[in-house]
C-alpha cells in the first residue's frame, strides 16, 4: 500500500507562486507513475499533471501548460507541482495520485490518493 499526503497549499495573490509536495510512505515509489488533479468547488474532479515513474515524461493539462512544472525526487519520495502565475481560476484542493501500471489524464488510472491540500488564489 501506497499513502499519500499532501503539503504546500495555502493562499496567495493572483501572480504569485506556490510549491505543493506529496509524501509517500508504505513502500517507494520510484516505480509509480504520479499525477495531480484538482477539484473546484461545485465541479468535478479534473487532470492537473503527471509524470512517469522515471521523469522522463511529464503531461499537462491545457489550462496550466507553461505555468505549472510536475517533478519528482524519488530519494525523498516526493512528488512536487510548482505552481507559478496563478489565477484565480487555479482555487481548489489539489490531490496527488499514484499507479504502477498506468498514468495519463483519467482519474481511474490510479489507484492511490491523498487527501488533498487547499489552494486559494485571490484577485
Known amino acids: 500500500q501506497v499513502q499519500l499526503v499532501e503539503s504546500g497549499g495555502g493562499l496567495v495573490q493572483t501572480g504569485g507562486s506556490l510549491r505543493l509536495s506529496c509524501a509517500a510512505s508504505g513502500r517507494s515509489i520510484s516505480t509509480y507513475n504520479m499525477a495531480w488533479f484538482r477539484q473546484a468547488p461545485g465541479k468535478d474532479q479534473i487532470f492537473v499533471a503527471a509524470i512517469t515513474w522515471s521523469g522522463a515524461s511529464t503531461d499537462y493539462a491545457p489550462s496550466v501548460k507553461g505555468r505549472f512544472t510536475v517533478s519528482r525526487d524519488n530519494a525523498k519520495n516526493t512528488v512536487y507541482l510548482q505552481m507559478n502565475s496563478l489565477k484565480p481560476e487555479d482555487t481548489a484542493v489539489y490531490y496527488c495520485?499514484?499507479?504502477?501500471?498506468?498514468?495519463?489524464?483519467?482519474?481511474?488510472?490510479?489507484?492511490?490518493w491523498g487527501q488533498g491540500t487547499q489552494v486559494t488564489v485571490s484577485s
Open positions: 495520485a499514484a499507479d504502477r501500471g498506468n498514468w495519463g489524464q483519467q482519474r481511474d488510472r490510479y489507484d492511490y
